[in-house]
Every structure is written in structure tokens, then in C-alpha cells.
């Protein structure tokens, strides 16, 4: 895509609607010269240069990338109108467009019947989801794991709603007998399973914890943020493919949030969040004495916490819709290209002398620490430290990240460290792009490359 031909016709396509309602003198008070716009521009574009190479294959650190160029059109193309899908009277083209879009998101998640709207991040997604939870079971708390993302527990607080962490297993995944122990008390009303935990990618038994539930009379909320579009590699030849199971269960399931300013190719925020059953929508139920009136349909603000959102996010979903559909031959091979990567990396590492694999990687995150002797956690630290700070550097720079994992989480994956602290750092990278895949090969001997700088 030419995104300057893109962008420029979609300057024109607003230009041409808007002057079908007539031409009129543009107020002095906003009036900016070209000259006074050149210089607050130069100062913007070189304070943006502080920023890392999200963009570049050699940036593998935080689940960060550019959104697609239809992305940007379509986000863009909307912004000049500034529709707000809050209410059809702002946004009424936008809103249909949202509207699709949950549907198809829904339908790849395997719901007959769905009822849901895009928020502005998986954060305000799981808050709704929460909220929804409260409200079904009145003074019964959420279960999540103890690996899930913070939100959860940052969440309960805010609703005033009991959290019980769930311990983990040995690749990061949910505990189904301490899950038990945690059901049998009477106190959870909720449990969140994660697909794609975002430090390491693990994927909750989602599939096994579904009949558990059932049978204690709780629901199931999926956070699928960061992992949700990887439903499209469920059951998938090659070694991209992923064990259908706990995918396939996600249909079963209550509720899910996905982010698609993760794999969906969109600008932030674009969160989403998603119900099985629409009835749920009546704990939502509010009124407002100037809005709602144009039309008799369901206005989004109507199945929403948040007020004002932007449709322009909307729209640069659709548009990527068209083109990149939520579809195994559409995003799946985004999807799997960054799956690929991961596994490749993970077989380097397994076969390096200078670093070692922490867990195998469920998705497109890889976690791995550099051989330090002896092999201490205090050791690992500094390490993972070093190599995260000096990587940046220099004329061959690459971007990581690191995950402090603590002494139980180190102790069931490699018994054999010293636990001289409390944890350590390990580096983490995210293959997101899909131009990871033809850059593995250089992140890794970078990386070892740091490794014998010690």
C-alpha cells in the first residue's frame, strides 16, 4: 500500500462529503499560518524520534508494533469527521461498522449469539466483564490465575469484589486442583481463564477448567487480550498449529475480551469485549435525557460502561476487515508467522551454550535466560540485565524485555539454579510481526553475541 496516496485520498473523499452540505467562512479564532504550523511541526516530529523502533524485526521486547497502513486510512479517514460511537446520532455510519466487526470477532470465537462493543483497551474490556460477573453473582468473588494479567486483581478492588489467585503449574498454565480447592469454598462466582498470558503466552486449560466450573455453578470469563486471534491456528497443519482444545471450549465459555490493537493490526485503543448470552445487557441499563433519541435500535452507549469512544476505531477495524479478515487465510497467517518465529527461536536456544530456554513457547513470546556460572538466580539477574541494557546500544541494536520470574516459578522449571534471591530477571521477547520469522536468525546471535561480552 501507498500510504501517502492513501492518505491523500482520503483527505479528498471527506473533502467531497463535507461540501455537499454547503461551503461556509472557517472562524478566525482557529486559524494557524503555515509558517507558525512548520515550526511547532519540525519540534513535534523530532520529539517523536524518542520513541524505539517498534516498527523493525529487531525490536522484540514489549507487545508493540505499527498498525496496519488500513489501519491507518481508516482511522484517519474517520478522525476528520470524529464520529462518536457513543450514541447512533454520533456516529451512525461507525456504529454499523462496530457493530460487524464484534459480530465477526464473535464468529471467530465460535458464538451462535453474541452481545458486545469495541472499548478503548482490554483493561476497560475486563472491568465490563468483571462487572457483569458482580452483578449475576452479588457477593461472590473472580478467580484467575496467578499468572494472569494484574488487571484482574486491580479490577476486583475497584468493584469492590473479592480476587483468589489461583497458583500455576510448571509452564505458567492454571492449577486445576488448586482451581478446585478455591471452587469447593463457595466464595467465586466468576473464574477469568487466560488465553495467552501476556508474560510468557501460556494458555489456560480452558477446555478442563469448563466442566470444573459447570459443576460448581461458576461462570467462565476468557481474557484473551494479547492471545485471542490465535484461535485462528486452533487445530492448524504445521508446526504453527495449535491444540484445538482449549480454543474450541472458549465457544462454551461466558465471556471474552480481545484486544485487537495486539494481533488485530489497529492503532491503540481498540479493546473489545464480547457475551455469550445478550440478556446480560439489561445490568447496563441506564438513561440519558439528551441522547438515545434517533433511533428506536440499541444505541452502543446503551451496552457500555465508557461514554464517548471514538468510532474512528470502528472504522479502521472494518477497513482491515476487507482486507485481512479474521479468517486461518486472512490474519491466521500473520498469526502464524510470528508462531513460527517463536518455535524457531526456541530451537536456537535449545541448542545453544550460551542460553537457555525457560519454557517452551504456547504462542509467539519466548522466555530465556543466559548460562551463568555458577547458575544462581542473583547471577541470571545481572545477566538478563546487562544484556537487556547494552543490546540497545551500539551499532547493531536490538530491543528485548525482561519478566522477573520468582524462586517457586524458577524452582519448578529448572530445579537445578541456586534460589540465592527472591527471583530474577529473565529477557523475554514478543514475535509479533510477522517479519520476525526472516529475522530470528540475527536476533539470536546478537543476543549470544552479548552473551560472551560478559
Known amino acids: 500500500m501507498d500510504l501517502q496516496h492513501w492518505l491523500g485520498r482520503a483527505t479528498e473523499a471527506v473533502q467531497d462529503w463535507a461540501d455537499t452540505f454547503g461551503t461556509f467562512e472557517p472562524h478566525a479564532a482557529l486559524e494557524v499560518d503555515d509558517d507558525r504550523f512548520a515550526s511547532a511541526f519540525e519540534e513535534f516530529t523530532g520529539r517523536l524520534r524518542d520513541n524505539y523502533p517498534f516498527f523493525h524485526p529487531h525490536y522484540a521486547g514489549q507487545m508493540l508494533k505499527p498498525p496496519h497502513p488500513a ?20 456516529g451512525p455510519a461507525t456504529a454499523a461498522m462496530e457493530r460487524e466487526v464484534v459480530a465477526r470477532l464473535a464468529a471467530m470465537f465460535g458464538y451462535d449469539t453474541h452481545l458486545g462493543h469495541l472499548t478503548t483497551s482490554g483493561t476497560i474490556a475486563n472491568l465490563e466483564a468483571l462487572f457483569i460477573a458482580r452483578e449475576l453473582h452479588p457477593g461472590r468473588g473472580i478467580a484467575h490465575s496467578a499468572d494472569a494479567h494484574y488487571t484482574h486483581g486491580r479490577m476486583c478492588h475497584v468493584l469492590g ?64 487480550a494479547y492471545g485471542g486471534f490465535f484461535t485462528l491456528l486452533a487445530g492448524a497443519d504445521g508446526p504453527e498449529g495449535l491444540c484445538a482444545g482449549p480454543w474450541r471450549a472458549v465457544a462454551e465459555c461466558d465471556s471474552i475480551v480481545v484486544d485487537p490493537h495486539k494481533h488485530g493490526l489497529q492503532p491503540y485503543g481498540c479493546g473489545a469485549v464480547l457475551f455469550r448470552d445478550p ?44 482486507l485481512l479478515p479474521p479468517t486461518p487465510e486472512g490474519l491466521g497467517r500473520v498469526l502464524a508467522a510470528g508462531r513460527r518465529a517463536a518455535l524457531k527461536w526456541a530451537d536456537l536456544i535449545t541448542a545453544s551454550d550460551l542460553l537457555e530456554l525457560y519454557q517452551p513457547p504456547e504462542l509467539d513470546i519466548v522466555g530465556y535466560f543466559p548460562r551463568v556460572t555458577p547458575a544462581s538466580l542473583t ?27 520468582d524462586r517457586e516459578a524458577f524452582a519448578a522449571r529448572r530445579p537445578g539454579i541456586a534460589a540465592d534471591a527472591d527471583g530474577a530477571r529473565i529477557l523475554r521477547s514478543v514475535l509479533m510481526k510477522p517479519e520476525s520469522e526472516h529475522h530470528v536468525d540475527h536476533l539470536h546471535a546478537r543476543v549470544e553475541q552479548l552473551v560472551r561480552a560478559r
Open 379 to 405: 547471577g541470571i539477574d545481572a545477566a538478563s540485565g546487562r544484556i537487556l541494557a547494552e543490546g540497545m546500544s551500539g551499532s547493531e541494536p536490538v530491543f528485548l524485555s525482561t519478566l522477573k520470574a
Open 161 to 224: 469484589v473479592a480476587s483468589h489467585a489461583v497458583r500455576t503449574d510448571a509452564r505458567g498454565r492454571m492449577d486445576l486442583e488448586d482451581l478446585e480447592r478455591v471452587l469447593r469454598t463457595g466464595e467465586v462466582g466468576t473464574v477469568v481463564v487466560t488465553a495467552g498470558t501476556t508474560g510468557l503466552g501460556a494458555v489456560d486449560p480452558v477446555d478442563e477448567v469448563l466442566p470444573l466450573a459447570r459443576r460448581y455453578g461458576v461462570r467462565i470469563h476468557v481474557d484473551a
Open 71 to 90: 489501519a491507518v486510512v481508516g482511522y484517519l479517514t474517520a478522525m476528520l469527521i470524529n464520529p462518536n460511537n457513543h450514541a447512533l446520532d454520533g
Open 279 to 322: 440478556e446480560v445487557g439489561r445490568f447496563y441499563l441506564h438513561d440519558s435525557p439528551y441522547t438515545y433519541f434517533t433511533s428506536a435500535e440499541l444505541h452502543l452507549g446503551e451496552i457500555s460502561l465508557e461514554c464517548s469512544r471514538a468510532g474512528a476505531a470502528a472504522a479502521a477495524l472494518w477497513l482491515t476487515f476487507q
